[in-house]
């Protein structure tokens, strides 16, 4: 979890390299400023909004700052690197009850998945006991915490108890699962998407714990965050952004020869693997934000502040519902 003031992201001395990957457009208009992490899902869509004309379409000026991983994406916001980025709204809430004044728009309710080997014993949840898993991330890691409270509620039994948790980050837990020294792994929707195409067999989707725990509809957890008050003072076109990004996401929901495009970008071991990914990509795909989803995301709120802890949620760190741009 990362918990940053301006200063302090400031200070950090991350290097980031602000780069335009489209053309300035012969009127002057005012550049969004994106970041994306090369490789990832981010560079797919703005790799789509250029080849599609999207960004034209829209008038949309972007800027790319490119960052070397998720964790840079909230510095280069809090120092001004940035006008937007992709981060999970639990962190911009954080920040909001210290007063930033921080917006979220959903950009994927993709989430991740427990796999284990194609020939492995386990066939349920309960098989687990006694079993070691890999997880991606720490111990205050959303959705180890949300599988500890569904074991609780399924098993009667606290996972991290019963199991051997190894926590690290989802190259390394993944190359440990690969290497058979786990038994499963609870890893990021993309790296579950490239193991199930190599004959991994998904366990529990991170989607269904959700459900489990009474949340319904799942809420997007990643999304575009920005500042209220300084896009409203560059006048930056944060609406124009999210209107290309819904054109963007409609091709790549239903072209196929959009995803063969992105196959350099993607650089999947196998046919196979590019479907698996095309198809989690797509099961995240968003509508807009209303109602129901404030609603499932107070809920998830609460019970991350009941489950969790200070280092998890941030101390003082409450719902607010002003957070979700709608």
Same mark, same amino acid.
């Given at each position: 979890?990362? +918990? ?5 992201? !400031? ?30 899902? /981010? ?10 004309? &999207? ?23 809090? %120092?001004?690197?940035?006008?937007? =980025? ?14 930033? +004044? ?17 020939? %492995? ?11 070691? =898993? ?5 111990? =205050? +890691?959303?959705?180890?915490?949300? !599988? ?5 509620? *399924? =098993? ?16 390394? *837990? ?41 949340? %319904?509809? #799942?809420?997007?957890? /990643? ?7 300084? /896009?409203?003072?560059? %006048? ?8 290309? /990004?819904?054109?963007?996401?409609? *091709? ?12 350099? !970008? ?7 693997? !590019? ?10 795909? #968003? ?17 991350? &502040? ?21």
């Amino acid at each position: 979890m990362i +918990d940053l003031t301006r200063r302090q992201a !400031l200070g950090a001395g991350l290097a980031l390299s602000a780069t335009s990957m489209f053309p300035r457009l012969a009127r002057a208009s005012v550049p969004v400023r994106l970041t994306s992490v090369k490789f990832g899902s /981010v560079s797919w869509l703005i790799d789509t909004l250029r080849a599609e004309g &999207i960004d034209k379409k829209h008038g949309l000026d972007l800027e790319v700052v490119e960052v070397a991983n998720n964790a840079a994406a909230p510095i280069a916001l809090l %120092s001004g690197s940035a006008d937007v =980025i992709v981060s999970d709204w639990t962190w911009a809430l954080r920040q909001r009850a210290k007063g930033d +004044d921080l917006k979220f728009a959903p950009y994927s309710a993709a989430l991740g998945s427990l796999m284990v080997p194609k020939d %492995s014993p386990i066939k349920s949840f309960g098989d687990l006991v006694g079993k070691k =898993i890999g997880v991606a991330g720490t111990g =205050i +890691d959303k959705s180890w915490i949300l !599988l500890r409270a569904y074991s609780r509620k *399924v =098993i009667g039994k606290d996972i991290a108890n019963v199991a051997e948790p190894v926590f690290g980050a989802a190259p390394l *837990v993944t190359a440990e699962f690969k290497g058979g020294r786990l038994d499963a792994v609870l890893n990021f929707w993309t790296y579950a998407a490239r193991l199930r195409a190599d004959g991994a067999r998904e366990v529990l989707s991170m989607a269904d714990v959700v459900k489990g725990l009474g949340i %319904s509809p #799942t809420p997007a957890l /990643v999304g575009f965050i920005w500042s209220e008050k300084a /896009v409203a003072q560059k %006048s930056v076109p944060v609406d124009v952004l999210l209107n290309a /990004v819904a054109d963007a996401n409609e *091709v790549l929901a239903k072209s196929d020869a959009a995803w063969e495009r992105l196959r350099p !970008l993607i650089k999947p071991a196998s046919d196979a693997e !590019l479907v698996a990914i095309r198809d989690y990509y797509r099961s995240g795909i #968003t509508g807009a934000w209303g109602p129901e989803e404030t609603a499932a995301a107070e809920k998830l709120t609460n019970l991350l &502040i009941e489950l969790g802890d200070a280092e998890l949620v941030g101390d003082g760190t409450r719902f607010d519902q002003h957070l979700f741009h709608t």
